[in-house]
Nanobody, 122 residues
């Protein structure tokens, strides 16, 4: 069992930055692929980024978002730069074990955090 807790959301102006953190319980953190997803009002939850031994991004996030992990701290991070109003959403951390071909599929993740709200004002 893995429990995930996200922190770091908030209100930021367009063009600003935020860093989200996700702390995981358990002793097998390093064996999980960690992902970030987001869900805007009225929309489905979508893939943002994931990290196993390497990082993977949704095309629209490349160059502005950076995912990283610290296995010693059981924590995964999402650094978000040059934020836009359309990035407003609840951001979720997730953990799972899957092949690289399915890394962006939310159904491949077994554990989810409660989410943290990110609001980008124009």
């Amino acid at each position: 069992q893995v429990q995930l807790v996200e922190i770091g959301g908030g209100l930021v102006q367009a063009g600003g930055s935020l860093r989200l953190s996700c702390a995981a319980s358990g002793r097998t953190f390093s064996s999980y692929t960690m992902g970030w997803f987001r869900q805007a009002p009225g929309k489905e939850r979508e893939f943002v980024a994931a990290i196993s031994w390497s990082a993977y991004y949704a095309d629209s996030m490349k160059g502005r978002f950076t995912i990283s992990r610290d296995n010693a701290k059981n924590t995964v991070y999402l650094q978000m730069n040059s934020l836009k109003p359309e990035n407003t959403a609840v951001y979720y951390c997730a953990a799972g074990r899957m092949t690289l071909s399915t890394i962006a599929r939310r159904e491949q993740y077994d554990y989810w955090g409660q989410g943290t709200q990110v609001t980008v004002s124009s």
